[in-house]
């Protein structure tokens, strides 16, 4: 990175590397990467809050938006990324130039991504709502009152929204995604993991006090549930699912576990 760009975390490294390139940032949150672009959380030399978009193949500042909190984890679809800030506030910009598009105030605190689903972006936040907005205006569609902090990203499946509730009790709700109605709502003893949920092949799967969850999106019934032995689980991780098995990280190592239960 040029020298006088305080904008974006510093870059090391260079094409003759094994590992490529790397950055130095001071914001824990996941990147997204999309049309040759990765787009990353970082603070500035001068303690302002950004969102930047590196060249993925060099690692080079392409751009960046000044955020008024710590940003958050990114998503990127259809030419649009939108990434929520800890000062309560969920941005749209344009991937490819970091123009703003429209820029969205919720009640309080975000503390998780948001998730797109067609022409939908769905943000919770510790205002106690899940926020239903258009992808294109960033008009409020519907809002969905939790009756706690929603700390646990949302995810769609087909026409289902599930998001939760992840301190005791942790509650995970399936909302309707055209109307933002519950469908059904499922409790735990235990709140649920804020790493985010997974969902794949009509499933949501979740942690719960050190086990994995897998619950029918259609219908918030318990499907099956996984110990995953001595070593426990890292609650940072968020399972990924390949075929019929979901991988998920613990703490005494990956798991590979058959999705359908079976």
Not at 22 to 31: F, G, I, Q, V, W
Not at 67 to 84: E, F, H, M
Not at 227 to 248: E, I, L, Q
Request: hydrophobic share 35%.
């Amino acid at each position: 990175m040029s020298s006088g760009t305080p904008s974006c975390p510093t870059r090391n490294g260079g094409g003759s590397s094994p590992r490529g390139w790397t950055t130095r940032t001071t914001n824990d949150s996941s990147p997204a990467v999309s049309g040759g672009l990765v787009y990353v959380g970082a603070r500035a030399s001068d303690s302002t809050e950004r969102l930047c978009a590196l060249d993925a193949r060099t690692g080079r500042l392409r751009w960046a938006f000044r955020t008024r909190g710590r940003a958050g984890s990114p998503v990127v679809s259809g030419g649009t990324v939108c990434v929520a800030d800890e000062g309560s506030y969920l941005y749209a910009l344009d991937a490819a130039t970091g123009r703003r598009r429209w820029t969205f105030a919720t009640g309080d605190q975000v503390e998780t991504a948001p998730a797109v689903s067609g022409g939908t972006v769905l943000v919770g936040g510790d205002d106690r709502r899940l926020y239903a907005l258009d992808a294109a205006t960033g008009r409020k569609r519907w809002e969905f009152s939790a009756g706690a902090a929603v700390n646990v990203s949302p995810a769609v499946s087909g026409d289902v929204v599930c998001a939760g509730v992840g301190r005791n009790p942790g509650i995970l709700y399936g909302v309707d995604l055209a109307t933002g109605r519950q469908r059904w709502k499922s409790t735990f003893g235990s709140g649920i993991a804020s790493a985010g949920l997974t969902v794949a092949g009509g499933l949501v799967l979740l942690w719960v006090d050190g086990r994995l969850f897998a619950m029918d999106a259609g219908s918030g019934r318990r499907r099956w549930k996984c110990d995953m032995g001595k070593g426990g689980v890292n609650s940072r991780s968020v399972p990924a699912v390949s075929g019929s098995v979901a991988y998920v990280s613990g703490y005494g190592g990956v798991y590979a576990v058959d999705a359908k239960g079976t």
